[in-house]
């Protein structure tokens, strides 16, 4: 997982988010009661973020007991529940392969500042690191379980349906200053009035009122906040999702300190078949508010 992917908090996690006050984390301690009633037990069509490697099956596996280690504030995919268990998609992913591969998982939730220091005394398996040069040096990845999804916001009154330059010219489109967002927008929509703010609230305050035509951002934390309170039921996506794996998109991913082979691919083919069952879309549907893909 990396933490230069989303925007979740800085500009941490490409694969994650890049957070920030009114990101996926805040909203989630908010609307939990909300999400948890507005989630159905159908299955969520989800995008297939990773290639299923069918070679990829380990000839052995008998350890005992993995230990996996995830940063305790980074909702939704990992945090520190009421009662101080682990909680998250990160979380509950990691339990059901261990599950598939019939070990035991011990999930132990570390501040983010602590969890490089930890990972590499543990030999396990850690999720939430800066995907970086120094991370890669020391570990290996598994293949991505997400990719963040920029996506189009637009007041509920908007009569804009497709995305399009020649749709866009003269629109004002609001977007976090400095990011990977705001980069993607100038490559391709010139003729656009790009307004960076300097924050997603920012921008999203600035969409409820009136003030730009659209927001551009990190789909996961709009749901959130579109389907929470501050948004006053004002806005609605436009269709269309976009990747860009340079700029936003990175993925979201564990790590296995390099030189573990043999977990780093037992890891993988469990993943392979968390999503090829469908388990793995069950347990990311459990923990948003909707669709955004």
Request: proline share 8%; aromatic share 14%.
């Given at each position: 997982m990396f933490r230069d992917s989303f925007a979740v908090r800085s500009a941490l996690l490409a694969f994650l988010l890049a957070a920030s006050a009114t990101g996926p984390a805040s909203l989630w301690a908010q609307d939990q009661a909300a999400i948890t009633a507005s989630t159905t037990e159908?299955?969520?069509?989800?995008?297939?973020?990773?290639?299923?490697?069918?070679?990829?099956?380990?000839?052995?596996?008998?350890?005992?007991?993995?230990?996996?280690?995830?940063?305790?504030?980074?909702?939704?995919?990992?945090y520190a529940g009421a009662a101080g268990e682990a909680k998250g998609i990160a979380v509950e992913t990691a339990e059901a392969v261990c599950a598939e591969l019939r070990t035991k998982c011990n999930v132990v939730l570390m501040p983010w500042e602590k969890l490089s220091g930890g990972a590499s005394n543990s030999g396990g398996v850690v999720a939430g690191l800066r995907l970086d040069d120094k991370t890669l040096s020391q570990f290996q990845p598994t293949r991505p379980i997400y990719r963040a999804i920029g996506r189009f916001v637009a007041r509920k009154d908007n009569e804009l349906t497709a995305i399009t330059p020649d749709e866009l010219d003269g629109k004002r489109i609001a977007v976090i200053g400095g990011s990977g967002y705001e980069t993607w927008l100038t490559r391709n929509f010139a003729d656009a009035e790009i307004v960076p703010f300097p924050t997603l609230g920012e921008a999203e305050d600035a969409l409820r009122g009136a003030k730009v035509d659209l927001l551009f951002g990190d789909g996961l934390q709009l749901v959130y906040w579109m389907r929470g309170e501050a948004s006053q039921?004002?806005?609605?996506?436009?269709?269309?999702?976009?990747?860009?794996?340079?700029?936003?998109?990175?993925?979201?991913?564990?790590?296995?300190?390099?030189?573990?082979?043999?977990?780093?691919?037992?890891f993988d083919y469990a993943l392979d078949q968390l999503q090829e069952s469908g388990s793995y879309a069950r347990i990311f549907g459990r923990y948003i508010p909707g669709r955004f893909w």
């Open positions: 159908e299955t969520p069509p989800l995008p297939r973020f990773r290639h299923i490697d069918l070679a990829g099956k380990p000839t052995s596996f008998t350890r005992e007991s993995v230990i996996v280690l995830v940063d305790d504030d980074f909702a939704p995919f990992s039921n004002c806005c609605k996506y436009i269709e269309g999702a976009y990747y860009d794996n340079a700029l936003f998109s990175r993925p979201y991913v564990f790590l296995v300190r390099r030189g573990d082979d043999e977990l780093r691919q037992a």
